[in-house]
């Protein structure tokens, strides 16, 4: 029998404003796939598109049907973890979710919704084993580890008995357990792989083997966060609204931040990939708060620059300004996950001059330490790729065949006398 509370007008308009959002938040499966695609080189830019799809798959199968979601949501969890009251979805169906409260949406809709942000924090990760780490390994790494560190984080910050939901960290809509969790587990990949072979090599250094891919992806990554941010309201109110409105701003000012550092940084030059990472990195940090900020009573700036067109701007600009940080480390992260989503999510609560705020911090440093310890750990058993295979063309000893960049007419190889790269090659048309 229906409830009565789903034939009133308002819960009708809620859940289907849910469930509109939840598919609009699909497009950061081909988003995160065309960004790191097109940030890669070419000999291993099939192998990350391979990998952000089969992800969402892997993960979507192992939230919805098996366990995760019971380990994050179920109501009767600790302060530290779930039960396995909700294991295989039981007891989730017309029941109000956990998350939404009086807005009474559909505990099914609601897993499904939360399962795109498990998603998007695994497609993330694992771009740290860029051109080091087995296809195969590397999903089995993200089963693990969304299981181990996601759900986890995720009953910590969202769940209502979790310890940083009592603390009162706000983590809104994912600053912590995606973006947070997402760079430093990437780091963990990074350090405990190592290098690439030749990675001191001249013609090894890391650049963009398709811009065009890296704009398409960004675009998808901006339209799906404005989904995920507006859409973890769960209704559709004010609240929603500002939530977006702050999105957007935040990944405008990201931008612009970006472009305005790298024009004085390299003597007025431009770079479409520094705008998209500019964009990013403002999209990476305003999850934690963009429902949180209202422009009416900030008194900063005399009323110019609100919260977060200073969280954007000063977020980029920062990132932009610690391009060389995985030299300062010593690491090869080259896809810089660990820059933008681990130190560009940090969030900067300071600016609110609010002491609860000590709160954030104490969200952060466990996130961020957790996510770190417990990925290295399980990251210890990963194998290395052949250096043969990494040299020569990583996609090429994984698929049965195909080369993503032929269609661009750019061909690129290792010869016996070394690297070369091609614009325009015969057969190109």
């Not at 007008?9 to 509109?20: E, F, G």
């Not at 600053?175 to 090894?204: D, I, M, N, T």
């Not at 609204?241 to 431009?270: E, H, P, Q």
Request: proline share 3%; glycine share 10%; with cysteine.
């Amino acid at each position: 029998m229906v409830s009565p509370r789903y034939l009133d007008p308002s819960v009708k308009v809620n859940v289907l404003i849910t469930m509109l959002t939840m598919e609009s938040c699909s497009s950061i499966i081909p988003g995160i796939g065309f960004l790191y695609g097109g940030l890669a080189r070419k000999h291993a830019s099939l192998g990350l598109l391979w990998q952000s799809f089969l992800v969402s798959a892997v993960v979507s199968f192992q939230w919805l049907v098996i366990i995760r979601y019971s380990l994050a949501y179920s109501r009767a969890a600790r302060k530290f973890i779930g039960n396995f009251d909700n294991i295989g979805l039981r007891n989730v169906a017309a029941a109000p979710s956990i998350g939404s409260g009086y807005r009474y949406i559909p505990e099914i809709l609601f897993a499904l919704f939360q399962c795109f942000f498990c998603v998007a924090t695994v497609q993330i990760m694992i771009s740290g084993a860029f051109e080091c780490g087995r296809l195969l390994p590397s999903l089995l790494f993200g089963f693990i580890r969304a299981t181990v560190v996601y759900c986890l984080i995720a009953c910590w910050a969202w769940n209502t008995s979790g310890w940083l939901y009592h603390l009162l960290s706000l983590d809104y809509a994912g600053g912590g357990p995606v973006c947070v969790a997402s760079g430093f587990s990437a780091l963990a990949y990074a350090l405990v792989l190592g290098k690439r072979r030749g990675y001191r090599r001249k013609e090894h250094r890391q650049t963009p083997h398709n811009v065009i891919m890296v704009f398409l992806g960004t675009c998808f990554i901006w339209f799906e966060w404005l989904c995920f941010n507006g859409g973890s309201t769960l209704n559709a109110t004010i609240r929603a609204i500002y939530a977006m409105f702050n999105t957007n701003i935040a990944a405008s000012c990201g931008l612009i931040g970006w472009v305005t550092t790298d024009y004085f940084r390299k003597k007025g030059k431009f770079s479409v990939v520094g705008a998209c990472e500019g964009a990013i990195a403002g999209i990476s940090n305003i999850p934690v708060k963009s429902e949180f900020f209202d422009s009416r009573k900030i008194k900063i700036l005399s009323n110019l620059l609100t919260q977060h067109n200073l969280i954007g701007f000063l977020t980029a600009a920062v990132c932009s300004l610690c391009e060389d940080i995985n030299i300062w480390i010593r690491i090869d992260e080259g896809m810089d996950v660990f820059k933008l989503h681990g130190t560009g999510a940090i969030p900067l609560g300071a600016i609110d001059g609010n002491g609860i705020q000590v709160a954030k911090l104490a969200d952060t440093v466990a996130i961020a330490s957790y996510s770190f310890t417990v990925s290295a750990a399980i990251l210890m058993v990963m194998k290395y790729i052949p250096e043969e295979a990494e040299l020569r063309d990583l996609d090429q000893h994984e698929f049965l065949g195909g080369e993503t960049g032929d269609f661009w007419g750019v061909r690129e190889g290792w010869t016996c006398r070394g690297w070369y790269h091609s614009e325009y090659w015969p057969h190109a048309y």
